[in-house]
């Protein structure tokens, strides 16, 4: 048996503009989701992993949303950062920690950007 990520949770505020920056802007698959105890999960992710997105089905729910305690971001493997860069900044504009650079130490390509509820996504790619 060998051990696997098999997704990380977040609590988001806005479900659909979720989806929207990660599926439709970042180009994950939406693999499924489901609804207990008025909890919407929604289960994003490629072949090595999803990210499992919590909300409110009522809105009125106090789960804590947005960067907080120890998290620091999310690292979703891509293509071409900069495609990918480009082509989330043209479709979501969303706020950039650091634009695409190159980690010549680790043989990769960054980019770092905010996602709907603040939270810092990872853009890597392996060169």
Not at 5 to 12: P, S
Request: some cysteine.
């Amino acid at each position: 048996m060998t051990n696997d990520v098999i997704h990380t949770a977040l609590w988001v505020s806005d479900i659909e503009s979720t989806l929207d920056f990660y599926v439709d802007g970042l180009g994950l698959e939406h693999n499924w989701e489901f609804t207990s105890d008025g909890v919407r999960n929604v289960y994003v992710g490629g072949d090595h992993g999803e990210f499992q997105f919590k909300s409110d089905v009522d809105g009125g729910g106090d789960a804590a949303v947005g960067p907080c305690g120890g998290f620091d971001h999310l690292a979703v493997g891509v293509d071409s950062t900069d495609e990918t860069f480009e082509r989330l900044v043209d479709h979501s504009d969303p706020p950039v920690a650091t634009e695409p650079t190159t980690m010549a130490e680790i043989d990769r390509r960054v980019a770092f950007v905010e996602d709907p509820d603040g939270y810092v996504v990872e853009l890597v790619e392996r060169l």
